[in-house]
């Protein structure tokens, strides 16, 4: 934690490039360390929902993709995709076990210190909608990918059952945001666009969690015709 204290956090959340590029720069490969632990505590804390994913898995591989110049690149592929694979297949495993020891006793409480109820409301709606799918598809879903383990615990969902689908999605999202970054986040466009395309991301990422919320918010057929 000293070393993240001498690094701008305030750059994780609004100049990801440049956060990573001074690590390098700093720490070199403790880079890895530092990324493992951004991305266990977004899916492992139900705390800490706040923290980027997918555009700092897109920023990661970014650095990670051949150079022009042909030097040597920042990071190395080989290295990056299984550090970053195995932090959020340990943060849901982590999130689970919480949901499963503490879960019932914090979900049946009115006010949370440091946990968002509402957000974790969403995430269990989501969940008895979807079933075990919802631990897939939540992987891509900013707030509610950190919700889902912690709900898949309290709702006593199979430890065997629940992984399986946690690495699945793990492989999916990880593949997904990584390789983009890889073979797109050096394009001349990409580059000299960067933090709008990192904008862009996180506003798509955002927009089924938003028209999740929206639906929420609609009654349902039978309380419409409850009122009618």
């Not at 994780?12 to 700093?26: A, H, P, S, W, Y």
């Not at 690149?73 to 949901?99: C, E, H, Q, R």
């Not at 598809?137 to 059952?161: C, E, K, N, S």
Request: aromatic residues 14%; positive net charge.
């Amino acid at each position: 934690m000293e070393m993240l204290a001498e690094v701008r956090i305030i750059d994780l959340f609004v100049n990801l490039k440049g956060f990573i590029d001074q690590v390098i720069r700093d720490y070199q490969y403790w880079i890895y360390a530092i990324l493992f632990l951004i991305i266990f505590c977004e899916t492992g804390l139900v705390v800490t929902p706040f923290l980027p994913g997918d555009s700092l898995l897109f920023v990661a591989g970014s650095f990670a993709a051949p150079l022009a110049t042909g030097q040597q690149t920042p990071l190395d592929l080989k290295i990056l995709m299984p550090v970053l694979f195995l932090a959020p297949m340990l943060g849901d495993s982590t999130n689970y076990w919480i949901g499963r020891f503490v879960g019932p006793k914090i979900f049946h409480k009115e006010n949370v210190r440091f946990l968002n109820k509402n957000h974790l409301n969403r995430a269990h709606k989501f969940y008895e909608r979807h079933g075990g799918k919802a631990v897939f598809i939540g992987r891509f879903l900013p707030i509610i990918r950190t919700f889902v383990p912690f709900v898949a615990g309290i709702g006593t969902m199979p430890y065997q059952r629940f992984l399986a689908f946690s690495i699945s999605g793990t492989l999916a999202w990880i593949s997904v945001c990584v390789l983009a970054g890889y073979f797109f986040g050096t394009h001349p466009f990409v580059q000299k666009h960067f933090e709008l395309v990192i904008g862009a991301i996180i506003i798509i990422s955002l927009i089924p969690a938003f028209v999740g919320y929206l639906q929420s918010r609609r009654p349902s057929q039978a309380e419409a015709e409850k009122k009618a």
